[in-house]
């Protein structure tokens, strides 16, 4: 029986915690980002066509640019009204100090598995470097990269907050089994990648199980958020684009040794970054 109570998770206990909160959060969140949506298409994209040009910038990017600004606005819509809410700290999402963003944790996580996914992916997808060193166009390259990292630092800001801060809190609230938390969590997490196929399903569900493992030993979402833009910035600046992923087709097939390299390296990863947590609380506990 597990009996450890987590800070993190003790968060959700505090402030003002009705269903109705939850509610009310939901409506005025789908509401704003409707709101949000609706210039997008109408004006916003036509304008930038018009600046940069499909030729210069293709569209993809300059869709992928305004959504990650978007993402943004809608995090400080959410900063803004998570207090008035809840009636506790928009950092309580965050950790379990609720008071400011850790940011060795998450370079710790976005320099370790952006190494390590990109060497696997290098060999997965058999990249040859010399060809690829050949047809590199710096200007190109660190365009789409400085659109990539607006996209992904707040599209997997936004899945943190939800399925590794209010998810796990809420499902921590109620159910006192963690490893029934962390499974009903990954579940959630993999179910919105299924589209994409059993395969994409699997891995999310894997990726989704280790990187809660971490947010409760850690206490925060702050590595997990790293690793994770790590995954998606690595792909989409290397090996694709978000346009290709999202249009990719539903698809039974599963390659299992695929699925065990994953299930390898992110075993690495925890292995890792468990040594480096425990070396911090260690040194916390010493001094």
């Not at 980002?33 to 910038?57: C, D, R, S, V």
């Not at 009636?87 to 370079?107: A, G």
């Not at 090996?239 to 390299?261: M, P, R, V």
């Amino acid at each position: 029986m597990e009996t450890l109570k987590y800070k993190f998770i003790e968060n959700s206990r505090k402030g003002l915690n009705k269903w109705y909160s939850s509610i009310l959060l939901l409506t005025l969140c789908i509401a704003f980002f409707g709101m949000l949506n609706i210039p997008l298409n109408g004006y916003i994209l036509p304008f930038f066509e018009k600046i940069f040009g499909t030729e210069l910038f293709p569209k993809e990017y300059l869709y992928s640019f305004i959504t990650g600004v978007y993402f943004w606005v809608f995090i400080a819509f959410l900063f803004l009204i998570y207090p008035v809410i809840f009636k506790i700290s928009f950092f309580s999402l965050i950790n379990s100090e609720h008071s400011k963003f850790r940011w060795l944790p998450f370079f710790q996580g976005f320099i370790i598995w952006g190494i390590i996914t990109f060497l696997v992916n290098s060999q997965t997808n058999k990249v040859d470097l010399n060809t690829s060193l050949s047809k590199f166009d710096a200007n190109t390259f660190f365009s789409i990269l400085s659109v990539n990292i607006i996209l992904c630092s707040s599209q997997t800001f936004l899945e943190e907050l939800f399925f590794r801060g209010y998810l796990i809190q809420v499902l921590g609230r109620n159910i006192k089994r963690y490893t029934i938390v962390n499974l009903a969590a990954s579940l959630l997490f993999a179910l919105i990648h299924i589209p994409y196929g059993l395969e994409a399903f699997i891995l999310s569900f894997v990726f989704s199980f280790v990187m809660n493992k971490l947010v409760l030993k850690e206490e925060g979402i702050e590595r997990a958020y790293g690793i994770h833009m790590a995954n998606n910035l690595v792909f989409a600046s290397f090996f694709g684009t978000f346009e290709k992923h999202l249009s990719q087709d539903f698809t039974i097939h599963i390659d299992w040794k695929n699925i065990a390299l994953e299930i390898v390296t992110l075993i690495s990863l925890f292995i890792i970054s468990n040594f480096i947590i425990k070396r911090k609380v260690y040194k916390n506990v010493r001094k």
